[in-house]
Each structure stands twice: as structure tokens, then as C-alpha cells.
């Protein structure tokens, strides 16, 4: 497996304590989808664990991931913190901060384009085909639909001929 991020050690990966009070879960598909990722690009971010309770405060998802690789160590990052409370702050900022960016759509469709060359499966966007055809058909223009009843009537000036 390919480390291409900084990290304060490759930590066997049973040492690796996930914190039990994390309030995040983490569904199979997204565990799937994360083990994809780590498999094709490598380790991107470590996993971070604090010094003082030894328990994982980023990353639980990424555990997951590597335990259903069956990687044998996982690149962790040591933190210290100065009390329990900026620990657990970390920890509950970690699981919400993502939630709350907004989704240039417009800019994430020209990307997801120029990636659609067919050299990458673009499940590795962690878009799935029927998001992806939700986001490219968002952009498509409205058929006009015009109501029969009110199609304007046009009539030939030589002879007389009606029609809408």
C-alpha cells in the first residue's frame, strides 16, 4: 500500500483503538467506496490518534477501510491536546465540518467531465452513476412544453391555410 501523506508512524493496525464514544457511523457503502479509494490512490491522509487517550479522533472510516483490505499497518499521526474537552471538540468537529461546505455544482460537473475520459472509474469521485446522472442531467435545459390550446394560429396571406 502507497503512504503518500505525512505521518508520525505505520502503526500495526490491530493497536489502532477506535474511539468508542465516536458519534459518526460509517455505512458498508461508504466503507467500500473509502477502501477503493485508499486501494487505487493510496494513503492520503493518515489516521489520526491522541497522545494522552490513544483512541482515534479522525479516521474511524479509514480503519474500516484498511481492516476490509487487510492491510497489516495504517500510517497514524500523533496529536497531543491540551485537555479531554479539545480532544472530543476535535473529535465532534471532524464528524460535522464536511457537512457543512456547499457543492459548487456547476464547477463539480466540468471536473466530473474532464475526468470522464474512461482512464479512472469514477467511483473514485465517491459519486455514484445515479448521482452522476442526477448532477449532469441538473444542467440539461427545460423542454419547452407548449399547451395545443394556445399554439399561436398562422395563416397563409396566398391561400387562407390555418395551422399552429
Known sequence: MKNRCNYTRLEPIEKVIPNPRNPNTHPEGQIELLAKIIDFQGWRSPI?????????????????AAQRL?????????????????EWAD??????????????RATLKDLIEE????????????WDQASLEDLMSSFLPEPI??????????ECPKCGHKWK
Not at 490513544?54 to 479509514?62: L, S, W
Request: charged share 35%.
Open 115 to 126: 475526468l470522464d475520459t474512461g482512464e479512472i472509474d469514477l467511483d473514485l469521485t465517491a
Open 70 to 86: 487487510k492491510l497489516k499497518k495504517v500510517p497514524i499521526d500523533v496529536q497531543v491536546y491540551d485537555n479531554e474537552a479539545q
Open 48 to 64: 489520526v490518534v491522541s497522545k494522552s487517550s490513544g483512541f482515534i479522533v479522525r479516521g474511524h472510516g479509514r480503519l474500516l
Open 145 to 154: 412544453e407548449e399547451d395545443p390550446l394556445e399554439a399561436e394560429v398562422n
Open 91 to 104: 473529535l465532534v468537529a471532524d464528524n460535522r465540518i464536511a457537512e457543512l461546505a456547499e457543492m459548487d
